[in-house]
């Protein structure tokens, strides 16, 4: 079998690749080592901004999202009882909006099937040979039958615990890694957000973050221990913290209900650099991990693709290899100012196992300078809408 770019794993950044090569007639395979429901149970983002609305756009797969997502012209922060608004829209002319990653993934995959492209699910033992040399190819197997991809270039869009980081040497690689003492424990209720904007919760209880997906469908977040499992939150015990660490005027509206979903994840930041290795290019979190409380792991996932797109579009084109040539500096420029702004919500947002009085003062302080200075404000706007790609 031969295609012009093998693109491994079929998440939001493979398959995001895929239909926007597709649309500009570079063939492309994505191997998806899952099936395609396996990939869409995973509740993940809920925050798009406008880059990657735009990429969908271009990608032809934006009706839905058009027609079911929300704009959120600003956020709420909370400190203890005390709460202030970040006004998106007045500091920067901008918006984010909600629109869930499994909905986004769910249209990416009809449009990748209604436009005939080829999707492997179930591939096992997925290898990258060659990717230094000008034949690269990829090899896997399903159902304990092997295949042979050859390709011009491969997209390492497997996600962090995938094979294409690891496929560059560890000579060549440099990886930087911040491991969070805490996880996030989220749910999923079938009940109305407590607020028609995100609350981002600051309290001595530790972190809470109150989300949704639609008028009947929320998304809430507490802090937890590393040692918690879901199965030690009772949804009564959750709805009673997450009451605890909201101001009170937000916790008697808040709509409680039985969870549809509960489940922790870790939090990490997380960058591999180079992000280029000879003709294979890593992208999303193949390549770098934040923290969700900036709402950027997908929002860099997009802003990666954008740049390997360009760069392939320009090649196949004109032979202008010029873009794949500054692929890895470009997309780790933005990385690293997510990896900052993603680091700096964590640490004024939650409680550490280690901190001390003064370091409560000292975050105190940053969320008080954020309450009363504008402009202030409007760098954490400008962080969070995105910045330009
Ligand atoms: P993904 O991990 O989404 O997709 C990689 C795909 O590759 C998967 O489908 C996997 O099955 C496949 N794969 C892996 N190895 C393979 C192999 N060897 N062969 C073939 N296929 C292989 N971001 C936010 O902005 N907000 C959030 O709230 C948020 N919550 C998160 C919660 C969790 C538990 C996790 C893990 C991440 C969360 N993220 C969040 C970040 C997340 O949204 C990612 O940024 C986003 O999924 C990145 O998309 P991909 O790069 O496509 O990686
Ligand atoms: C979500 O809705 O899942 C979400 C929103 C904002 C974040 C993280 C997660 O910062």
Not at 112 to 124: D, L, W, Y
Not at 222 to 236: A, H, Y
């Amino acid at each position: 079998m031969r295609t012009q770019v093998a693109i491994i794993g079929g998440g939001p950044s493979g398959l995001l690749l895929g239909q926007l090569l597709h649309r500009q007639g570079i063939d492309n395979i994505v191997l998806e080592r899952k099936t395609r429901d396996y990939v869409l149970g995973r509740i993940r983002a809920g925050i798009l901004e406008t880059g990657l609305v735009d990429l969908m756009r271009k990608a032809g797969v934006s009706e839905r999202m058009d027609r079911e997502s929300f704009v959120h012209d600003g956020t709420v922060i909370t400190d203890g009882n005390t709460h202030f608004e970040i006004n998106f829209k007045e500091l920067t002319g901008d918006h984010v909006i909600v629109y869930g990653q499994t909905e986004l993934t769910r249209d990416l995959y009809d449009a990748r099937e209604e436009c005939g492209a080829q999707t492997v699910f179930n591939t096992e033992n997925v290898q990258i040979h060659d990717a230094d040399s000008d034949a690269p190819y990829v090899t896997y197997e399903v159902d304990g039958e092997q295949h042979r991809i050859d390709c011009d270039y491969v997209a390492g869009c497997d996600g962090f615990h995938g094979v294409s980081r690891k496929t560059i040497p560890e000579d060549v690689r440099n990886e930087y890694e911040k491991v969070y003492p805490f996880g996030w424990l989220g749910i999923l209720s079938e009940t109305p957000p407590v607020h028609d904007e995100l609350i981002y919760a600051n309290s001595e209880r530790g972190f809470a973050l109150c989300s949704m997906r639609n008028e009947n469908l929320s998304r809430y977040y507490i802090q937890c221990s590393l040692t918690d499992s879901p199965e030690d939150w009772s949804d009564d015990a959750f709805w009673e913290e997450l009451k605890r660490r909201i101001p009170a005027e937000m916790a008697d509206k808040l709509v409680t209900g039985p969870t549809i979903e509960k489940s922790i994840a870790p939090l990490r930041s997380f960058v591999t650099e180079p992000m280029r290795w000879g003709r294979l290019f890593l992208c999303g979190d193949a390549a770098h991990i934040v923290p969700p409380t900036g709402a950027k792991g997908l929002n860099t996932a997009a802003s990666d693709i954008h740049y390997l797109f360009e760069g392939l579009s320009a090649f196949y084109a004109n032979g202008d290899a010029s873009g794949l040539d500054t692929y890895s500096e470009k997309a780790l420029s933005r990385i690293w100012k997510a990896e900052r702004f993603s680091w700096w919500m964590t640490n004024i947002l939650h409680r550490f196992p280690d901190q001390t009085d003064f370091d409560i003062k000292m975050q105190r302080a940053d969320l008080d300078f954020l309450r009363s200075n504008r402009d202030a404000q409007k760098v954490m706007a400008q962080n969070y809408i995105g910045l330009p790609y």
